[in-house]
């Protein structure tokens, strides 16, 4: 079982920055981020596998890198020219690899505004 606790969200103005973090209670493979607002799915953001590996989504390539330290088990997603449209909830995943076996875990959700 792997617990995961977010932190970094709140309000800020378009054009602006915020950084994202979620420590896990244990390894992971991967480590992702999603965002949902209210009435749609949740999307996801970006992702790192092992300690390189980077995907994102279109909507925030080059404005969203993401990172981790494997020492503390944290990610971050270092949010930059946020957009009116960057406005959710912001979560983290985590996937572990158990014999062949995916399993995800969450986290509570950091929300973020960006206002115009």
């Known amino acids: 079982q792997v617990q995961l606790v977010e932190s970094g969200g709140g309000l800020v103005q378009a054009g602006g920055s915020l950084k994202l973090s979620c420590t896990a209670s244990g390894r992971a493979s991967a480590m992702n981020w999603y965002r949902q607002t209210p009435g749609n799915e949740r999307d996801f953001v970006a992702g790192?596998?092992?300690?390189?590996?980077?995907n994102y989504a279109d909507s925030v390539k080059g404005r969203f890198p993401i990172s981790r330290d494997d020492a503390t088990n944290t990610v971050y997603l270092q949010m930059a020219s946020l957009k009116p449209e960057d406005t959710a909830t912001y979560y983290c995943?985590?996937?572990?690899?158990?014999?062949?076996?995916?399993?995800?875990?969450w986290g509570q959700g950091t929300h973020v505004t960006v206002s115009s």
């Open positions: 995943n985590a996937v572990t690899v158990t014999a062949g076996h995916y399993k995800h875990y």
């Open positions: 790192i596998i092992g300690g390189s590996s980077t």
